[in-house]
């Protein structure tokens, strides 16, 4: 597998020569093309050449077991500009550079030159987000009646958390299953007055691991529709397939609660969506891992929680159903201006301009 992992970005590189100019930057994106820089050094490119990880960078340890881990890491070390979603990815990988000062095979490959020196990369955290003045525009151009009549209808009088992800290992549904069942057993005032809607279109169906965890969650589903249901209500709402991105803002709107229980998240842009989606007058409340990148930026208004504590989940959902519209609107408004001042435009500039900056001293890795 990683010999035809090599083979690709190697491939890609030798495609990309065919199209380079001289004075293009060229900015390459997430894991499956960690070499991909490297290779287009080994062709002669001297353009300026940015990387970023859309997913988590892991722990020192973590990396180390990793057989190929120092052919990864100065693979990554041959980008002018390495980018992460997070500062704690940032540390990871800055951390396995420091365990291993004197490893020369941290130096960026450069054209033979007689008394070249190594160079490293800079890094830097720049955390990914989505268009807000798209996305608010979106919103205020359809009310998408046919979405909101569906919640009205399948719901009624009840408060509705909903949650949104793909069938996948990472995103915590059982741990977050377990979470709402505790959230049901400990509090039994709110059971027939609150519904949780669980959206979860299909994942890489040819891959048994996710087949593994579609059919986890629809045993776990149905274990807890079946113990807690009564005749007018069923606890959570399952539902396995796509949905327009018009029809889930509307869904977000409507809701009272969003619940991410990711386990590990380079982002989760389903969080900040949510965010966005809200009617500020009588806003909804995020319910966020701590283990989503976004819980970096958004910690300012969002619940945090241990997705692998049940009683967390539980306890984090009661409070967000009990709490004021006060209370909902300062925390709405709070994670309203972190995504102002850091939307996808925001984030796609400061990635370009330190790609492009000029550096007077790059004889030690710098953080940007």
């Not at 160079?119 to 205020?140: F, H, N, Q, V």
Request: aromatic fraction near 10%; charged fraction near 25%.
């Amino acid at each position: 597998d990683y010999e035809a992992y090599l083979q690709v970005n190697q491939t890609f590189a030798e495609r990309l020569t065919e199209h380079v100019a001289p004075n293009d930057v060229i900015w390459v994106h997430d894991y499956h093309f960690m070499h991909l820089g490297h290779f287009c050094r080994k062709l002669g490119m001297r353009n300026k050449i940015g990387f970023f990880l859309h997913i988590p960078f892991p722990n020192v340890e973590i990396f180390k077991a990793i057989p190929v881990c120092k052919e990864l890491s100065k693979a990554l070390c041959a980008f002018d500009l390495v980018g992460f979603q997070t500062q704690s990815s940032l540390r990871s990988f800055l951390g396995y550079l420091n365990s291993a000062p004197h490893d020369k095979v941290h130096a960026k490959e450069e054209p033979e030159t007689s008394g070249s020196t190594p160079k490293l990369p800079r890094l830097g955290a720049y955390p990914i987000s989505i268009d807000c003045a798209s996305t608010l525009k979106e919103m205020e151009q359809t009310g998408n009646e046919r979405a909101i009549s569906r919640l009205r209808r399948r719901f009624g009088h009840t408060k509705i958390i909903i949650s949104v992800d793909r069938l996948d290992y990472t995103k915590g549904l059982v741990e977050r299953l377990k979470g709402y069942e505790e959230f049901l057993r400990a509090h039994p005032a709110w059971r027939n007055n609150v519904s949780f809607m669980q959206i979860s279109p299909p994942s890489r169906t040819d891959v048994h691991g996710y087949r593994q965890i579609r059919q986890e969650v629809e045993l776990l589903t149905s274990q807890i529709n079946g113990k807690w249901a009564t005749p007018g209500w069923t606890p959570i709402n399952y539902i396995n397939r796509c949905f327009d991105r018009a029809s889930l803002l509307s869904f977000f709107r409507h809701s009272h609660v969003g619940l991410v229980t990711s386990l590990r998240d380079g982002m989760n842009l389903v969080a900040k969506e949510y965010v966005i989606a809200q009617a500020p007058e009588n806003p909804g409340v995020l319910i966020l891992s701590e283990f989503a990148g976004a819980a970096e930026e958004l910690c300012v208004g969002a619940l945090i929680i241990n997705p692998y504590d049940a009683k967390a989940i539980s306890d984090a959902i009661e409070q967000a159903l009990s709490m004021g519209v006060d209370e909902r609107r300062r925390r709405h408004a709070a994670m309203m201006k972190v995504l102002g001042e850091n939307d996808l435009q925001a984030w796609k500039n400061r990635f370009l301009k330190d790609l492009c900056a000029d550096n007077v001293n790059r004889a030690k890795s710098a953080i940007v």
